[in-house]
């Protein structure tokens, strides 16, 4: 089972089939996403065993969401959950995602998705609020200009001719929030 497909779980209601399934994952990897789902599907469960009045399972969950918090930082883990939520949100438009944290050197790609015949390279920006300031502020000159080169870079590796878009979406939110803000920004001006 697929982070992706835990995140459908999670959001179809089905806490403890999604909880049972992230533990199975975080078993085997340690990763900012796997730890991410963990989290969310603990918090999860351990709300669903308060409402039930099972106040010393819940008191187990949060001891190891304790642990949990301490071994990722913070800020991967917000990371993680923007991206897992905007792929969610492109998937329900109707978008097919092709790759996810696409790597070309040290310069990575977010999202590539398809929309009918176009390929859609989708950098995600998460924040929790907009006090200091707004996510888009953070897809600055250099970002862009090595978003532009790993585009460049994945088209020539692929080998796809079929036109494309740079899009942005931001994320503002808790994690774990079921009701975030979503801003998605479609042809981005690279450069």
């Known amino acids: 089972m697929t982070i ?8 179809q209601g089905r806490v403890e089939d999604a909880y049972e399934a992230a533990r199975m994952v975080y078993a085997s990897d340690k990763s900012p996403q796997s730890s991410t789902i963990m989290y969310l599907t603990a918090v999860d469960m351990k709300c669903q065993l308060l409402d039930g009045g099972h106040e010393a399972e819940a008191e187990r969950i949060e001891r190891a969401l304790e642990r949990l918090q301490s071994a990722t930082p913070e800020h991967l883990m917000l990371g993680c959950w923007g991206e897992e939520t905007a792929a969610d ?13 696409w ?3 040290h310069r990575d790609i977010d999202i590539i998705a398809r929309e009918d015949d176009c390929i859609v390279f989708v950098e995600v920006k998460t924040r929790r609020n907009r006090e200091y300031a707004d996510p888009l502020q953070a897809v600055n000159y250099q970002k862009r200009k090595n978003l532009s080169r790993a585009i460049n870079h ?4 692929r080998r796809f ?3 494309w878009r740079f899009d942005v979406i931001s994320i503002v ?3 774990g929030s079921m009701m975030p803000e979503i801003d998605h920004l479609e042809d981005f001006p690279l450069l």
Do not use: T, V
């Open 154 to 157: 994945y088209l020539h590796y």
């Open 161 to 163: 001719y079929n036109p």
């Open 173 to 175: 939110g808790d994690i």
């Open 89 to 101: 949100y492109l998937s329900r438009k109707g978008y097919i995602i092709l790759e996810r944290d």
């Open 4 to 11: 992706s497909d835990i995140f459908a779980l999670r959001n």
């Open 103 to 105: 790597h070309s050197n």
